[in-house]
């Protein structure tokens, strides 16, 4: 099964547990942990999309791959991003102090700004389920280059930069509405959730699959289930406890707590 942004998680939910020795945490974030560090999330009273009708098209792959127009609005769009000059919060350090006690299974994210890795979480337990926004790949050849240099080029004029080796469409390396996941990281994020026994759902509304299917792969291989998050979700039900206080405060008592 190829695993696309916007649909459930199919069969891999199934997949026999490994053995367990130690009481190890995964966490998904998702917007909302970045808020307190100026990103704006996108389905808030405050959310980009909420606020910029429209603007969830330009991230949509059908959309991007046919339309020269869409792919100029998508870079200014990147452009103005406010990731690019922010910097972590105390939740993201609260993260990083998880992984310092040896309790961090996995970081799972949703967020594409490269603020876990800026506050100090090691990049093997960060999983970038929708990808980066640092980085630029070509639709055609697969080339990396930097999204920093292909905002250059659009700032220079040139309305549609294109892959600088073969000429192809270039890109945010960034899963865009349509697109598959990589399949690699997912099964990781799998794993990471079927592994823990403590998972906490950190800032996500856990609406945009299969992201959100985590929390279940995680309480149907026995974790315990902690929701961390302003508005409810559709997995509160699953959950042992539901936190609705800010983030930046309650994921550091949270990890406090997980530590003793
Ligand atoms: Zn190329």
Redesign the pocket.
């Known amino acids: 099964m190829v695993p696309i942004l916007g649909r459930s998680l199919g069969a891999t939910v199934d997949q026999p547990a490994a053995p367990r020795s130690r009481r190890l945490v995964t966490v998904l974030t998702g917007a909302g942990i970045s808020t307190d560090s100026g990103i704006p999330d996108f389905r808030g009273p405050n959310g980009l999309w909420t606020k910029n009708p429209g603007t969830e098209k330009l991230f949509d792959i059908d959309a991007y791959l046919a339309d020269p127009e869409v792919r100029h609005r998508s870079w200014l769009a990147r452009r103005r991003n406010p990731a690019w000059g922010a910097e972590p919060n105390a939740a993201h350090r609260a993260l990083v102090d998880l992984e310092h006690q040896g309790l961090l299974r996995g970081l799972v994210t949703q967020n594409i700004d490269r603020l876990h890795q800026k506050a100090g979480s090691s990049p093997d337990l960060v999983l970038e389920l929708h990808g980066n926004m640092v980085e630029a790949v070509?639709v055609?050849?697969?080339?990396r280059s930097r999204t920093a240099d292909a905002l250059d080029r659009v700032d220079a004029g040139e309305a549609d930069p294109r892959?600088l080796?073969?000429?192809?469409i270039l890109k945010t390396a960034t899963v865009m509405f349509g697109q598959p996941l990589d399949p690699a990281v997912l099964d990781a994020a799998v794993l990471a959730a079927m592994e823990a026994d403590v998972f906490v759902a950190v800032g996500t509304s856990l609406t945009v699959h299969p992201a959100a299917g985590l929390c279940e792969v995680a309480v149907r291989n026995g974790a315990e289930l902690l929701i961390v998050n302003a508005d409810p979700t559709p997995y509160d039900h699953l959950a042992a406890r539901l936190v609705r206080e800010p983030i930046g405060v309650a994921l550091p008592a949270l990890v406090a707590e997980l530590s003793r």
Request: charged share 0%; hydrophobic share 20%.
């Open positions: 070509c055609s050849c697969g080339a892959c080796v073969c000429g192809g």
